[in-house]
């Protein structure tokens, strides 16, 4: 695997901008469209202690060695953190944080703001997490906020989409994924998109040990590059790298990843065991 350096992961989003050069052949359209793979893992609330955290950040790390395809990996942690595990990890993949307030400063109690992460160097944050749309109410125009603020500080962001089991059942995931991308991306423009990537989240999958087929998946995410073709342009769309997520595991990671529209995977449950992690960021195309 090429690795990138420190400075680049923590100071530029062109770090994480779809690759134009992959010597190993993985994904043929992923490759065409110049899109290089992104495997992350999102911790959640977990684990438990500092300790744990090193020691899963250093085991995960040491799973990226030179024979890892080329791939970009991230971790989004808890805010407490972040800065340790960048600190074990070193230049093998990126710390991001799981969240963050639209607002800079001001009297916002437990809040963190981008010029805070991006103070401690993080690039990349999420938005738009199920578990934020319904736990936490986030609506389709905050999570549009924190889009933009991060984008205006000059970090990335991963928008997370996807639709509930009643809306799959209904064949609504399309329309769903249409609004959720809309209102998410309002006044990003087709220049800052290479500073974002999606993350494809079928709301009934995650956590359920319940992964859409292949198929199933490959036929969303190809609804979704369409849907952002006809919100900016074909080219723009084409570079735009959408990850699957939902009970991603070493066991469905390889077909996943043979989709020609899925370029890479956002991972919860599996990114807490190194081994499981290790073999999805190891994934090997069927």
Aim: hydrophobic fraction near 40%; aromatic fraction near 6%; include cysteine.
């Amino acid at each position: 695997m090429k690795f990138i350096a420190p400075t680049l992961l923590a100071g530029t989003a062109a770090a994480f901008s779809p690759s134009t050069h992959s010597p190993h052949h993985t994904l043929c359209l992923t490759r065409l469209n110049a899109r290089k793979p992104f495997i992350s893992g999102n911790w959640k609330l977990n684990p438990q202690t500092k300790e744990e955290a090193l020691s899963l950040g250093k085991e995960i790390a040491a799973s990226i060695t030179e024979d890892t395809p080329d791939v970009d990996v991230a971790l989004f942690v808890p805010y407490v953190f972040i800065e340790s595990t960048m600190g074990v990890v070193g230049d093998k993949l990126s710390v991001g944080a799981e969240g963050v307030c639209p607002e800079l400063k001001g009297a916002y109690t437990g809040a963190i703001s981008t010029s805070m992460l991006k103070s401690i160097g993080v690039q990349w944050a999420l938005a738009g997490h199920s578990e934020r749309r319904v736990i936490y109410g986030e609506t389709d125009d905050y999570i549009n906020a924190q889009c933009r603020k991060l984008i205006e500080q000059g970090m990335s962001v991963m928008l997370c989409i996807g639709e509930s089991l009643a809306e799959f059942e209904q064949d609504l995931a399309s329309s769903v994924c249409a609004v959720q991308l809309k209102k998410g991306l309002k006044g990003i423009s087709a220049e800052d998109m290479s500073r974002v990537a999606i993350a494809y989240e079928p709301v009934w999958a995650i956590g359920t040990g319940r992964v859409a087929t292949p198929e199933i998946a490959q036929k969303v995410h190809a609804q979704c590059r369409a849907i952002l073709a006809d919100m900016y342009d074909t080219e723009t769309a084409n570079k735009v790298r959408i990850l699957y997520g939902g009970s991603v595991t070493p066991e469905s990671v390889d077909e996943l990843m043979n989709q020609p529209d899925i370029d890479g995977a956002l991972v919860g449950g599996a990114s807490l065991d190194s081994a499981k992690f290790g073999r999805i960021i190891n994934f090997k195309p069927v």
